[in-house]
């Protein structure tokens, strides 16, 4: 069993270091199941820092829930405390569990309240609105009964990209007669006064250029590039306005895909087969009535496939930080885009031409899905009419703020748990992100509030970051890794990310490197699931989602953070540290929304969010208790509860499937992957040596230096996967084992690709690029294998 480690400083001036391990325990007047501890006890700065007391029982009996019980013998040490004095100390002591501070003060009252404040205003980044949250936040975290240790903002010049409020972005059909035919809604239908407020953006696409464009419509489905392939193969594209759905490719792929077969500009919207599981009227099937988007609602978004400031890359975006022009900014769409609802789609895509699209194209609508003549049917209103797009965005340096908060830690303060979420919205954000937020915010009360009463402290800091104009590419963090690059580097434990923390109210989701299964688990384990006082967060999981793990059985399946879909990309991909993201999610067996329905529009707000996400916020509270229990086991644990097993079975189940995949092919091309089979081998070797030194050593009475070995070797594992060079086309990613891939296959991603391309083009010069891939990954795992063991 683990070792957990939790520190007090006393009003004695002492400080109490307590590590425990499950054991029944006789007292004199009852027999009850306890920890068994391991005690040291330290005088404070002012004294000689020497062990004055070594072992005792520490549990919560029946007469005296959460005292100590006093050790039967003590042997005084010289200039140690008298038994007298120390059973002083010990009776100004409570504790609410010996493994872990209490996360149980996470109110749902308290949420309700502060996601109820976070919403009264739309506040997307750099806003008026945004500049209200950042107060908020900073006179939370410094309130003097319930604040952190310190709080500041952080302060950044980044580029951001608007809709003209003067000039409307505007989708209309024109007839050769230059007759308006239609126009699409420029703002979302208002159901409740939410949607009336000034403040509520117009739907539109981030980065999009400028432009005024016309032309044939078309429809190209996802906007994948084998959609715009086949569409090709049928139409004409030059010249052409193709409408895209949301989803199978990236917001601004759909237009960078398009450019090259001559499309000239681009229209995305949310099907209703996608998000609304086909229902498509307000009158009583969507929003008001229920969870699902109601016609108007339009999905807005950044546009940009890099994360962080475009005009900075690689540096922190300050005031005399050089800029790149903007001409040399790559990742954005080359044509205008605009997004719109699916009630506009409807009428769009029913009135098209030419031939019927694949089954797999086809949606919601009660039509055949075309794909455009170009343009609409002779029979249509709309024969031999135009689509115009009137995109009128700008450009901006704006300044946008971090909010920064600490914990400062007791024995290690230069290790950091670092935890964050996003502050910005499109709009409201009542789910995103602002369940994140208020269980942000509930949870540093909760702490913070102990810390000042002097309950508690952790043994390393806790950095809590509050980040700003996430939703325009990840910026806020992102500047944030680049600005602290060398010290985030050297003494970050692992990052928490909670976005979105509640998409719904029935099991927890959880993604993360394989080395943080374990803690979320037992995390998990402790606490109750939402709505469910019998079950816990862990056995409701189980039953939604699983898998079967050779070394553990049957448990809840975790995703793995191989993206950029949240601010954990940065300290991931670019900083390789160890990462998870946790929320709470719906059943995906009872609908085939992608997200939540209300993502981005204006109905994301606190009614949408109290009636149809979370009622009672009894979801927020468990998301609050799961990640509250996650973290301090990060900062108060004295050896760091990260698995190394557990990441060598995924990256044996990884080479399984590279092996089953590529092998033969590649064996045809004379290049082996034993090198790959050896390095993985070896990481498992060395992961299971490093678990019997943890299990075999006695570390709670070991020299500090080898506890702090251990852990370093823990922390910096997921370091020892970065490669700078190993994808050059893939901005800030530089971890080989969780980059982003678009071949779509369980495996290593680099690998994947270069497979994938090396297929398709037959090119001998892509077969040398699939080796050296394979190269890539061996060294470096055989490199982090290397890192687990013995020092030499």
Request: hydrophobic share 35%; net charge positive.
């Amino acid at each position: 069993m683990s070792q957990l480690c939790t520190s007090y400083t006393t009003k004695y001036n002492v400080q109490l270091t307590v590590s425990s391990s499950a054991r029944r325990f006789r007292t004199n007047n009852s027999r009850v199941k306890v920890k068994q501890t391991k005690v040291e006890l330290h005088a404070g700065r002012n004294q000689r820092k020497r062990p004055l007391l070594r072992k005792m029982a520490f549990s919560a009996s029946p007469k005296l829930p959460g005292r100590l019980l006093m050790p039967a013998v003590y042997t005084h040490r010289p200039g140690g405390m008298s038994y007298k004095d120390m059973r002083n100390v010990f009776k100004t002591i409570k504790c609410c569990k010996v493994t872990t501070v209490s996360v149980h003060g996470c109110e749902k009252s308290e949420s309700d309240s502060v996601l109820r404040e976070l919403t009264k205003v739309p506040h997307m980044a750099t806003t008026a609105g945004d500049e209200q949250t950042v107060q908020l936040m900073l006179k939370r975290w410094q309130d003097p009964e319930s604040g952190l240790d310190q709080a500041w903002r952080e302060e950044y010049l980044v580029y951001l990209s608007f809709p003209d409020p003067k000039n409307p972005n505007k989708v209309t059909v024109v007839s050769p007669s230059e007759t308006v035919l239609h126009t699409a809604r420029e703002k979302e239908k208002s159901y409740t006064p939410d949607q009336d407020d000034p403040a509520v953006v117009q739907p539109y696409a981030a980065y999009s250029p400028a432009g005024h464009q016309r032309g044939r419509l078309v429809y190209a489905n996802q906007g994948k590039p084998s959609d715009y392939l086949l569409l090709n193969q049928t139409v004409d594209l030059k010249g052409t306005i193709a409408i895209t759905r949301y989803g199978g490719a990236g917001r601004a792929a759909k237009a960078i895909n398009a450019a090259p077969y001559g499309v000239i500009g681009v229209l995305v919207y949310t099907d209703p087969l996608d998000i609304n599981d086909g229902l498509m009227s307000d009158a009583n099937e969507t929003y008001p009535h229920s969870w699902y988007m109601p016609p108007s609602g339009v999905e807005r978004g950044s546009f940009n496939t890099h994360y962080g400031d475009m005009l900075t890359p690689y540096l922190a975006a300050k005031e005399e930080t050089y800029r790149i022009p903007v001409e040399d900014i790559t990742g954005i769409p080359p044509i205008p885009i605009q997004p719109i609802g699916f009630e506009d789609a409807y009428i769009l895509i029913c009135e098209l031409g030419g031939e019927a699209a694949p089954k797999e194209w086809q949606g919601a609508f009660n039509c055949t899905y075309n794909f455009g003549g170009p343009g609409f049917k002779p029979t249509s209103a709309f024969n031999n009419s135009d689509v115009k797009l009137d995109i009128f965005n700008h450009e901006k340096i704006k300044n946008s703020s971090n909010v920064m908060g600490v914990i400062k830690g007791s024995v290690e303060p230069d290790r950091y748990v670092i935890y964050g979420n996003h502050r910005d919205s499109w709009v409201h954000g009542a789910i995103d992100p602002s369940s994140g937020t208020s269980v942000m915010l509930e949870l540093t009360r909760v702490l913070g509030k102990m810390v000042k009463q002097g309950k508690w402290r952790p043994r390393r800091s806790i950095i809590f970051g509050s980040w700003g104009a996430e939703e325009f590419g990840l910026i806020g963090s992102a500047e944030y890794t680049e600005q602290y690059f060398t010290k985030l580097s050297e003494r970050t434990i692992a990052y928490i990310n909670v976005d979105i923390a509640v998409f719904a109210n029935a099991t927890l989701r959880a993604s993360g490197m394989p080395s943080v299964q374990n803690v979320i688990f037992k995390a998990a384990k402790q606490v109750n699931a939402a709505g469910l006082e019998s079950t816990s967060v862990y056995d409701n999981w189980i039953k939604y989602s699983n898998r079967t793990s050779p070394a553990h059985g049957t448990i809840p399946r975790m995703g793995y953070l191989s993206g950029a879909g949240s601010d954990y990309a940065a300290f991931v991909h670019y900083l390789g540290i160890t990462a998870m993201d946790i929320s709470y999610t719906y059943d995906r067996s009872k609908t085939n929304a992608r997200i939540y329905p209300a993502y981005h529009t204006a109905y994301d707000t606190f009614d949408y969010a109290s009636k149809f996400i979370d009622p009672g916020f009894v979801s927020h509270q468990a998301i609050a208790r799961t990640a509250g229990n996650v973290l301090i086991r990060l900062a108060d644990s004295l050896v760091l509860p990260l698995n190394c097993s557990d990441y060598a079975e995924i990256l044996e189940d990884y080479l399984k499937t590279a092996v089953n995949l590529y092998q033969n092919q590649l064996q045809v091309k004379h290049i082996s992957m034993d090198p790959l089979k050896r390095a993985v081998a070896s990481f498992r070797s060395a992961a299971t040596h490093l678990d019997q030194v943890i299990l075999s050593s006695d570390l709670a009475n070991e020299t500090p230096l080898k506890v702090r070995r251990i852990n370093d070797q823990l922390m910096l594992l997921d370091r020892a996967f970065l490669n700078p060079l190993a994808f050059p086309d893939k901005y800030a990613f530089r971890h080989v084992i969780w980059a982003s891939s678009s071949a779509g296959k369980p495996t290593f991603p680099g690998l994947a690709d270069a497979y994938a391309k090396a297929e398709s083009s037959g090119q001998p010069r892509d077969w040398d690029k699939v080796h050296y891939h394979l190269s890539v990954l061996s060294q470096a795992i055989e490199g982090a294998a290397n890192t687990l063991v013995d020092v030499i």
